[in-house]
């Protein structure tokens, strides 16, 4: 497992988080971790979420939460539903098309696409 680049999180050009991005030197699949600011890291790498095939990490940003509690890392199939936890232990389902949340009340980016650079939310 190779380190590949960060993607910074940012508010109002502040960096509140950051996402890890590594490789995985035989099967070239990326893993993510996401670091709130301030916040130690509870995972290690041996302890990495698997992602399939289908899936690209994703970041969900929320319109209505403040702060810490306007993002998260995810796994985003190309189309279909995703279970989403708010912050407030609620469960969505949010509707996904081509990677990316389709709603009212959130967005989202691809981690891939941002890799070395910062993303305001
Ligand atoms: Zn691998």
Redesign the pocket.
Known sequence: ?TYLAPVNINIDEKTIGTVDVWR??????KFCEEKQLGIESISEIVGMPRIGDDEKWGVIVSKIQKGKDKWKLVRLKQNGIIKYETADEKILDLKIEDYKIVDDFHTSFLVEDHLNRAVEI
């Open positions: 497992m995985c030197a035989s099967c070239k699949r």
